[in-house]
């Protein structure tokens, strides 16, 4: 798989990522323990070696079956986790002050089974911690050799600039898709004026663009998708035909949803490295493929007049999850 760097950071990873937080949390039962190592592997083995876990994946789960999967070919892939919740649960509300993103550095370290953090990133803003204190305690955690590289996720531009100014920021993940392109209006053009990569997370709009979800799917009782507006049966029935536009120009391009999904993010900057999550093998190969489909600027075009003449129904986030993002 060919490789891209992380903004201006120096920082080299497979052109796409494996979002690790499904194997554990989010989209209900986790999966088998031996099964996840499995899985993990093999994206190592066809070429991927970009890596996402979280202290608040399970939590702390997510980062142990990732650290055992990883450790016998540490030195061959990057590992990004994140803080920045309450004991590491998404429930309790936000914690990044300094003492609790040094304790969740520590704990992370031995979970992951490794003497460095590659990218450490703040989940989310915390409105009562000033951002150049964080930014300020990961700078020490990088100076004593602990993490290599320091991130964002779902930040406002202002909160960028500050933190970057203080320890500059590698990496933001936010989520970015063809039914989700809000960064595109504020974030994209800050990133590209510091040299900041991104990683756009939920790149299949939490498998919605792959076609595989309809109307009649029902998620399990854990499923995150739940309490997602977006995701009800009546915006899940309107929101379908965002679907079939892209399967019909999937299916002349000779690929899947999920790979012109995927190959439309990496089409926007040479700086960005979607990080799909799956828990099946067949599944990684195929969203693995779509670092090899190249789409013309026609194609680019023809994409962009489908997407634009249909109308998404229903919010990201559910209200609570909303009030944490863009700060
Ligand atoms: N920073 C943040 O706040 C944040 C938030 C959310 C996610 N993330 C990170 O981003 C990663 C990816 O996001 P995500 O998991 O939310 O969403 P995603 O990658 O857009 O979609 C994942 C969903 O799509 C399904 N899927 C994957 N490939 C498929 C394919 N080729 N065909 C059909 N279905 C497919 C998966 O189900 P199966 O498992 O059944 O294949 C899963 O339910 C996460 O793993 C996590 O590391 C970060």
Request: neutral net charge.
């Amino acid at each position: 798989m060919q490789q891209r760097q992380l903004g201006r950071s120096g920082l080299t990873v497979s052109a796409l990522g494996l979002g690790c937080m499904g194997l554990s949390y989010g989209y209900g039962p986790a999966t088998d323990t031996a099964d996840a190592i499995k899985l993990i592997r093999a994206g190592v083995e066809r070429g991927i070696t970009f890596f996402d876990t979280a202290e608040a994946y399970g939590p702390f789960i997510n980062e142990s079956v990732v650290g055992e999967a990883l450790e016998p070919m540490r030195d061959q892939v990057v590992i990004a986790t994140k803080f920045g919740f309450r004991d590491g649960d998404t429930t309790k509300g936000l914690d990044s002050r300094p003492k609790r993103i040094r304790q969740v550095a520590e704990e992370a370290l031995k979970r992951l089974r490794t003497d460095r953090i590659d990218l450490f990133y703040q989940h989310r803003v915390d409105p009562a911690v000033p951002i150049e204190d964080v930014a300020g305690t990961v700078k020490e955690l990088i100076r004593e050799g602990k993490v290599k590289h320091f991130g964002m996720s779902e930040a406002g531009v202002e909160s960028i600039r500050r933190a970057h100014a203080v320890q500059p920021v590698t990496a933001l993940q936010s989520e970015y898709s063809l039914w989700w392109r809000e960064p595109e209006k504020e974030i994209l053009p800050v990133l590209e004026e510091l040299g900041i990569g991104f990683v756009p997370f939920s790149p299949l709009g939490k498998g919605f663009l792959t076609g595989a979800i309809d109307a009649e799917t029902s998620f399990g009782e854990k499923d995150f998708r739940n309490t997602v507006p977006r995701f009800a049966p009546e915006a899940r029935q309107a929101n379908r035909a965002l679907v079939d536009v892209l399967a019909g120009i999937a299916a002349r391009k000779q690929v899947t949803p999920a790979q012109l999904a995927l190959a439309w993010l990496l089409a926007q900057k040479p700086w960005i490295v979607p990080i799909p999550g799956t828990t099946k093998l067949h599944r990684l190969e195929e969203n693995a493929g779509a670092a090899a489909v190249v789409l013309s600027p026609d194609d680019l075009i023809e994409i962009e007049a489908a997407v634009s003449s249909i109308k998404l129904q229903g919010e990201r986030y559910s209200a609570d999850r909303q009030k944490l993002v863009g700060n």
